[in-house]
């Protein structure tokens, strides 16, 4: 286990199917860490409130399910990492999603001159996912969490992102969780997959 203070210098990828609990576990996480969770999701859909340039165009493919085009995505997280608090470490919550974003972050790692330690994927059933974006729904009023967009982002996962599963295991880098269950033992069976023990 780390020290307390400072910052844990990991290089940290949460994955996973829409609905798998990511920004939910990617706050305790890096939160345990001292590194900051960086959520493409939420970056775009703080833009989207704002009505900034990059959320007026990120809504379109939002609102239907599809992922905001590489170029957009790869420039936005690449500021992102370039800011003071990323220096040390973060955790990726929701990204890369695609091979080509896979290429653009090896890109920024091995520029620094660091290497990302782990990718915590975490599995949960169809039927779970649909149940728990369904609830959402009625709590936050996500304008993607409508039955039809949540069926379209689970093509959108399979075919462009669950591929690479395979990559991340091939590197050695893959750290499968089950992620059913309560919230607190998920985020139990992260720590133990890590060989990180919270007091
Ligand atoms: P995200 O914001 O990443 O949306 P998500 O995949 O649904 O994950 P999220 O983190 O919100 O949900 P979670 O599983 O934690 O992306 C939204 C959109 O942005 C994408 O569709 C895409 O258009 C765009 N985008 C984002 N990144 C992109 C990229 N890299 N490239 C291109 N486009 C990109 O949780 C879901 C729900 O389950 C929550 O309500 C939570 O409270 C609940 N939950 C979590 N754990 C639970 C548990 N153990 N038990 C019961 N409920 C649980």
Known sequence: SHDKETPSHMRLIMMGPPGAGKGTQAK???GHFKIPAISTGDIFRANVSRGSELGVEAKRFMDAGDYVPDEVTNAMVRNRIDESDAVSGFLLDGYPRTVAQVEELDGMITFTGHKLD???VLTVDE???VQRLLQRAQ???RADDTEDVIRRRQEVYAE???PLIEVYRNRGLLVEVDGMGEVADVTMRIFEALDEVPE
């Open 139 to 141: 709590t936050e009023g």
């Open 118 to 120: 782990a990718v915590v």
């Open 127 to 129: 039927e779970e996912i």
């Open 160 to 162: 462009q992102t669950e």
């Open 28 to 30: 305790f996480i890096a």
